[in-house]
């Protein structure tokens, strides 16, 4: 199955993806795909993006050469630096897409979950810069363990929610947010922050963060004349993963993405519907969805 195909009509990419929402939803989702597929198609909007993605948000990233660790693994080793995007990581790319969309659709409210707080903080920022009124649900967990984040947040103008319910985690701030977003559709805009969701959220991430594929292949041209023989992502969300393989999923190069063992779904899950698309999950015999053990806010 390759990365750079379209899912089908039915918002699928073989097995997994589709939309599995309540029928509120429903006319919600195909307004944000038409909306989507025509601001992709408008040179203006593009245009609109590209300099905000250069102007505001920082790229071209950077392609640092790590020449120590290198040495010592016998590799040539090189870092793709979102770190180095204004807010401190990949996420700006696919919230400035999603902001200036849910603008040009007339929404006056966005909703975002956040895990680590990355794509909170992202989200705030965003939607400071373009006039969007913003609320963040964060599992009160991950509150507490990435507060600075909380305060990046609140300092931008967001309303930020702990969330109290199940694990207080990523997965629980998506529900808070998925509830929010049925209940106030005609005026907001869930602005998703990882390749999950209903149908068409994992494509239109996947397009906002294949920047970083796009770049980081044109980069190693420059630095090395071929391709790399691997190219390795940590898996959480999988919008990092899925941004920087989208550029080399026609190479010959070795696309490996990293799970943290404790919530290993790509690896060890059974294939299940959570937050409206068919994927792997970690779920007991009744289909419920385990909890994650990890130390890390979002890796979960």
Not at 27 to 39: I, N, R
Not at 88 to 108: D, E, T
Not at 149 to 154: G, H, Q, S
Not at 199 to 221: C, K, L, S
């Amino acid at each position: 199955m390759s990365l750079l195909i379209t899912p089908g009509a039915d918002g699928r990419f073989g097995e997994f993806g589709g939309r599995f929402v309540p029928e509120t939803l429903v006319p919600a989702c195909q307004e944000l795909e038409a909306a989507f597929t025509q601001a992709w198609n408008d040179v203006d909007y593009r245009s609109e993006l590209d300099s905000l993605l250069a102007e505001y948000a920082g790229r071209p990233s950077g392609l640092t050469e790590c020449h120590n660790l290198g040495k010592q693994l016998g590799i040539r080793l090189f870092l793709k630096r979102e770190d180095l995007n204004h807010t401190g990581s990949h996420k700006i790319n696919n919230v400035l897409g999603q902001v200036l969309l849910a603008k040009r659709m007339g929404k006056k409210r966005i909703v975002a979950e956040t895990g680590a707080g990355q794509h909170g903080v992202a989200a705030a920022t965003a939607a400071a810069l373009l006039g969007l009124e913003c609320k963040v649900y964060m599992g009160a967990v991950d509150v507490e363990r990435q507060s600075l984040n909380v305060f990046r947040m609140k300092l931008l103008g967001a309303q930020v929610e702990a969330v109290h319910s199940g694990s207080r985690t990523l997965k629980d701030a998506v529900n808070e947010a998925m509830r929010d977003w049925v209940a106030t559709v005609e005026s907001t805009h869930y602005c998703l922050g990882s390749v999950m969701g209903p149908h068409p959220y994992p494509f239109m991430v996947r397009q906002f963060h294949r920047v970083i594929g796009d770049e980081a292949r044109e980069q190693m041209q420059e630095r090395l004349g071929v391709m790399p023989d691997a190219v390795v992502a940590c898996v959480g969300g999988g919008s990092n993963a899925m941004g920087i393989f989208s550029g080399f999923i026609d190479t010959d190069a070795r696309l490996i993405g990293v799970e943290p063992a404790g919530g290993a779904a790509v690896g060890r899950g059974q294939p299940g519907v959570v937050h409206g698309m068919k994927s792997y999950l970690m779920q007991d015999e009744h289909g419920q969805v385990q909890e994650a053990h990890s130390i890390s806010a979002g890796l979960d």
